[in-house]
C-alpha cells in the first residue's frame, strides 16, 4: 500500500500539537509539545525562543523527529504519523514566510529574529502507524509518497 500525500497533509494540518524529539548534548533523547508550528506540504516549520534548550540541541543535532497524533483516539482506531528529518533554521525572507506559514494555525504567533528561531523541517522519512491496517506500520522515503 503507497501512502498517500494528499491524507498525510491533511492529518497534520488538522492536528493541534506535535510532539518534537531531539538529542542533547550528552547523546541523551528529548521531547516536548510545540504549539506554534505550521504545514506546507510535507515541510514543517515550528518557533522557538533563541535561548531555548532546543537551539542548542538542535544546532549540535539537526536531525529530528516529529509526532503527530489526534487527541482522543483509542486502539483498534489509533493512528500517529511520525515525520523524519534535519531542521533547517530560516533567515531573512524564509523567516518571514515561515512566520506567515505559522500563523495559518496560530494567527497570534509573533517572533523576530532577534529573539526567536524558526526551523524548517524537511521531511526525509515518514512513518504512518494505523492499527485498523495490516501491517500497521508503513515508513517511506519522503521523495516516494505519492
Known amino acids: 500500500m503507497a501512502l498517500n500525500k494528499k491524507d498525510i497533509e491533511t492529518y497534520l494540518v488538522e492536528n493541534k500539537s506535535l ?16 504549539g506554534g ?6 515541510d514543517i516549520y515550528f518557533s522557538t525562543s533563541r535561548i531555548s534548550d532546543k537551539v542548542e540541541q538542535i544546532d549540535a543535532h539537526p536531525e529530528v523527529a516529529l509526532l503527530f497524533q489526534h487527541e482522543g ?4 482506531n489509533l493512528k500517529n504519523i511520525t515525520i ?10 524564509a523567516f518571514n514566510k515561515a512566520l506567515e ?25 515518514i512513518k504512518v ?10 515508513e517511506v522515503k519522503a521523495e516516494d509518497v505519492n
Open 19 to 34: 510532539v518534537l524529539a531531539t538529542v542533547d548534548t550528552n547523546g541523551d533523547p528529548q521531547v516536548r509539545h510545540i
Open 84 to 93: 523524519y528529518g534535519k531542521a533547517e533554521k530560516q533567515t531573512g525572507d
Open 101 to 125: 506559514i505559522i500563523k495559518v494555525r496560530r494567527p497570534q504567533a509573533n517572533a523576530d529574529e532577534e529573539k526567536s528561531v524558526i526551523y524548517k523541517i524537511n521531511a526525509s522519512r
Open 37 to 42: 508550528y505550521g504545514v506546507d506540504g510535507l
Open 73 to 76: 483516539q483509542v486502539i483498534p
Open 129 to 138: 502507524l494505523d492499527f485498523s491496517k495490516q501491517p500497521p506500520v508503513e
